[in-house]
């Protein structure tokens, strides 16, 4: 029988350089991975020089990594509706893809923002209207921007897949945009994955609202916290409130073959390599 494809990787570090990142990831054998290309809490920008981006299309092309996803700052809210805020958000964003653009990096993920107490269609219109501001700007950007789902704490958008596909249709360069999923951010909204039944109304509802096609990349995260917490917490795969089996029948199934899973399982605690710990464990569910 021949094996699935499997496109695993995890969020490795970028201390020493970005080019580290893809370095660290092939000591892994993972075909795919994210990183940041800057500081992810702070608003300080980095112009990347022509001698990183060298270095890093250099590692590239020994690692043979492809597969590469930059996430955004955390501090990042298009939805901000006060204008200092709104203004930082989206310079951050736009830097954000012109340098993973220079890298040649394929995908940015960005947690859509929070409306914080602005309403969600007002949230959902400052969204959609700075990246349309970002992509007219820079006709050169190649990176696709991703929205990641989110667990629906405070006044987030992205919980819910109306929500994203809201944003997602007010964007006119679909071309240029996507979706990440996250499956601790799901099940904390309150979708459940936990059997075979529920997973497939799950994946059937985001077919139907966003559609497969828009899929490009999916964190594959265990979490902490009971369904429908709306709090992010992230845990090893198979060891909290989503369980084992959802993992199992992500990495078997047939539509999301091909999409690249990164795990951002914590790392560190009684002195095991949680990382390679849980990409056997989702490698093993494939054999």
Same mark, same amino acid.
């Given at each position: 029988?021949?094996? &699935?494809?499997?496109?695993?990787?995890?969020?490795?570090?970028?201390?020493?350089?970005?080019?580290?990142?893809? =370095?660290?990831?092939?000591?892994?054998?993972? #075909?795919?991975?994210?990183?940041?290309?800057?500081?992810?809490?702070?608003?300080?920008?980095?112009?990347?020089?022509?001698?990183?981006?060298?270095?890093?299309?250099?590692?590239?092309?020994?690692? /043979?990594?492809?597969?590469?996803?930059?996430?955004?700052?955390?501090?990042?809210?298009?939805?901000? #509706?006060?204008?200092?805020?709104?203004?930082?958000?989206?310079?951050?964003?736009?830097?954000?893809?012109?340098?993973?653009?220079?890298?040649?990096?394929?995908?940015?993920?960005?947690? #859509? *923002?929070?409306?914080?107490?602005?309403?969600?269609?007002?949230?959902? $219109?400052?969204?959609?209207?700075?990246?349309?501001?970002?992509?007219?700007?820079?006709?050169?950007?190649?990176?696709?921007?991703?929205?990641?789902?989110?667990? @629906?704490?405070?006044?987030?958008?992205?919980?819910?897949?109306?929500?994203?596909?809201?944003?997602?249709?007010?964007?006119?360069?679909?071309?240029?945009? *996507?979706?990440?999923?996250?499956?601790?951010?799901?099940?904390?909204? *309150? =979708?459940?994955? &936990?059997?075979?039944?529920?997973?497939?109304?799950?994946?059937?509802?985001?077919?139907?609202?966003?559609?497969?096609?828009?899929?490009?990349?999916?964190?594959?995260?265990?979490?902490?916290?009971?369904?429908?917490?709306?709090?992010?917490?992230?845990?090893?795969? *198979?060891?909290?409130?989503? /369980?084992?089996?959802?993992?199992?029948?992500?990495?078997?199934?047939?539509?999301?073959? @091909?999409?690249?899973?990164?795990?951002?399982? #914590?790392?560190?605690?009684? /002195?095991? $390599?949680?990382?390679?710990?849980?990409?056997?464990?989702?490698?093993?569910?494939?054999?």
């Amino acid at each position: 029988m021949k094996k &699935r494809t499997c496109i695993l990787g995890a969020h490795f570090s970028i201390s020493g350089g970005l080019h580290e990142a893809l =370095y660290e990831a092939k000591r892994y054998d993972c #075909p795919a991975l994210q990183m940041f290309t800057r500081t992810s809490r702070s608003w300080r920008e980095r112009i990347v020089s022509d001698k990183e981006i060298e270095v890093f299309k250099k590692a590239r092309q020994e690692t /043979g990594i492809k597969d590469i996803a930059a996430h955004a700052s955390y501090l990042i809210n298009l939805a901000a #509706p006060d204008s200092e805020n709104h203004f930082l958000s989206r310079k951050a964003l736009e830097q954000e893809l012109i340098r993973s653009s220079a890298l040649e990096i394929p995908f940015v993920v960005l947690h #859509p *923002g929070s409306h914080l107490g602005n309403g969600e269609k007002k949230g959902i $219109d400052r969204i959609s209207e700075s990246i349309n501001g970002i992509f007219e700007k820079n006709q050169e950007i190649k990176t696709r921007l991703l929205l990641e789902t989110t667990s @629906g704490q405070g006044s987030g958008i992205g919980h819910s897949f109306e929500q994203l596909h809201a944003i997602i249709e007010k964007i006119n360069r679909k071309d240029k945009t *996507g979706v990440c999923l996250d499956t601790c951010h799901i099940f904390a909204a *309150g =979708y459940d994955i &936990r059997t075979e039944e529920s997973y497939l109304e799950t994946t059937d509802l985001f077919d139907k609202i966003i559609g497969f096609e828009k899929l490009f990349l999916i964190h594959l995260n265990d979490s902490k916290k009971g369904l429908g917490s709306h709090i992010d917490r992230h845990e090893h795969i *198979g060891k909290g409130e989503i /369980g084992i089996d959802a993992f199992r029948l992500i990495m078997n199934d047939k539509h999301l073959a @091909g999409i690249p899973k990164i795990i951002e399982t #914590p790392k560190t605690g009684g /002195g095991k $390599d949680w990382d390679r710990i849980n990409l056997r464990k989702l490698r093993l569910m494939t054999l």
